[in-house]
């Protein structure tokens, strides 16, 4: 670190040689130098914010990504900064208003894992992860610079980075470049790389004692037409609740709406935490680059693309995007333009499960269409009635399994529930839109399998361009 500032601070036209130049100190930038750094390679992580403020953000952390943090040494064993999360509770939206019939997703139901995932602020995981990372053999954080331009070099198909701090601009080489920046990634924009945005809704968040959270020990997700709400522990004692603003919503008006859904001891509690705290803020994107690569510049966890935070793997993908990243190095012996190829085809295929995943969760619980709630009744009688159901369904948020042929597979199983409704669809006089439902969801069934090919294609293109 000490080497850097002083070459920063003393060359009046300043330049710097390093392997691995990673714009972004977040959970993608840290996993990636944790990753990358066993290799023996040289790596400069720079970050803009001198200190993490607070921020809302991820925070729940599947089994494989909690594995996938372990295995790089970025978290102990006996790991205390957070709390343990065994699965996930939904609460299905009820307009009476109780909450028995809630639905358990527990991690011990799934065949491969073997423990739960954990909660951690996501203030104390970035400041714990680049803490840890700058430890590491050849890592050098630089706090308070930007990556603000990406400069073709001499060599072909090859780029520079230039960064920037109070002090002015040094010019980084660097054989590869690591853009884990964020959803709104400036090396992804400065590398020409387009992508596709839609912003879907605003999130608030609060903390609050975790006393009356009604699962404990559970990622709480409660579901209604106004939006998705989370609440779970993230240490001892204390719970995160976020509430999930949609477009053009008024958002008091519309936490109290939600709230009306919470058991009355934790609405209480929450109605209080507000009262005395000005909620955080966050928007909800879906984020979709044309490539996740290109010439030796390489995008990891959000700006490789980002989603509804439903699926909560976020931090899961970004950490595994710093892996199979290094597994790609490994095998191509450091060739880089051909280890990014690999890296592009494995990460694009993770982005694209969890992407579709997020999307017809969201359509099912927050859409008002005859075929969304057909689908939302078939997702809960799958859930209730068929626990290697709830098992497939919970390897596939938790990224165990990132098979969009999976994710088709389990979109069939669960739009067969559909005949098991049948009968009280028909005592209900509904038969003829459940008839019609079921041939639009049928249809969409044979869409995913579409996707995915047209996904393949698409980045085939995108590398031979
Ligand atoms: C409301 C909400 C709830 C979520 N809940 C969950 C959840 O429960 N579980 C989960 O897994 N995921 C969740 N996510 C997603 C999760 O937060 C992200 O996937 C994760 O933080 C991505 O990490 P990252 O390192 O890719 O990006 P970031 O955390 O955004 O880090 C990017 C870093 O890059 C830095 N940077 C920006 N510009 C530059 C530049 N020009 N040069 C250098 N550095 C730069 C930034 O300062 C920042 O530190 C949620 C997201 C939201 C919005």
Aim: aromatic fraction near 6%; proline fraction near 4%.
């Amino acid at each position: 670190m000490g080497h850097y500032e002083l070459m920063m601070e003393t060359h009046a036209k300043r330049q710097l040689d390093v392997d691995v130049l990673i714009a972004g100190g977040g959970v993608a930038g840290a996993a990636a130098a944790a990753a990358l750094s066993p290799l023996g390679l040289k790596i400069l992580i720079v970050e803009p914010k001198s200190s993490h403020g607070r921020r809302l953000a991820g925070e729940l952390i599947h089994p494989p990504g909690i594995d996938a943090l372990k295995q790089l040494g970025l978290l102990d064993e006996d790991c205390t900064i957070g709390a343990e999360i065994r699965g996930f509770t939904i609460f299905p939206f009820d307009a009476d208003n109780e909450h028995e019939d809630y639905v358990s997703l527990p991690y011990s139901e799934v065949e491969g894992l073997n423990h739960g995932g954990m909660a951690i602020e996501h203030q104390v995981l970035k400041d714990h992860l680049l803490e840890r990372v700058k430890d590491f053999p050849r890592v050098d954080v630089l706090m308070g610079c930007r990556v603000s331009q990406i400069l073709p070099s001499d060599q072909k198909n090859t780029y520079q980075a230039v960064v920037t701090d109070d002090s002015g601009e040094t010019l980084i080489n660097a054989r590869l470049i690591i853009g884990a920046d964020g959803p709104m990634s400036q090396v992804r924009k400065l590398t020409g790389i387009s992508h596709e945005t839609h912003r879907y809704s605003g999130m608030l968040g609060v903390e609050v004692d975790d006393t009356h959270l009604p699962t404990p020990g559970f990622g709480n997700i409660f579901l209604n037409p106004l939006g998705i709400s989370y609440a779970y522990s993230v240490t001892k004692g204390r719970a995160r609740v976020m509430f999930e603003i949609l477009r053009g919503d008024d958002s008091k008006e519309s936490v109290r709406e939600h709230l009306k859904f919470f058991p009355r001891a934790f609405r209480e509690d929450i109605e209080k935490a507000m009262a005395q705290e000005k909620p955080l803020a966050a928007a909800n994107y879906r984020i979709v680059p044309k490539s996740a690569v290109h010439g030796n510049v390489a995008l990891l966890g959000d700006a490789r693309g980002c989603c509804h935070p439903l699926t909560a793997s976020g931090i899961t993908t970004a950490v595994k995007d710093a892996i199979n990243l290094r597994d790609a190095l490994i095998d191509t012996q450091f060739d880089v333009q051909q280890a990014l190829r690999r890296y592009a085809i494995s990460a694009g295929r993770v982005q694209l499960t969890r992407r579709t995943l997020s999307e017809e969760l969201r359509e099912a619980f927050l859409s008002h269409t005859n075929e969304a709630k057909l689908l939302n009744q078939c997702i809960f009688s799958y859930w209730r009635n068929n626990p290697k159901g709830r098992a497939h369904s919970l390897a596939l948020l938790s990224t165990l399994d990132s098979s969009i042929v999976s994710m088709g597979i389990q979109f069939l199983m669960v739009v067969l529930q559909a005949f098991r409704l049948l009968p009280a669809q028909f005592r209900d006089g509904n038969l003829g839109h459940w008839c019609l439902s079921l041939v639009k969801l049928a249809y969409k069934s044979l869409t995913i399998p579409q996707t995915a090919f047209q996904h393949w294609l698409r980045e085939r293109h995108a590398l031979a361009d």
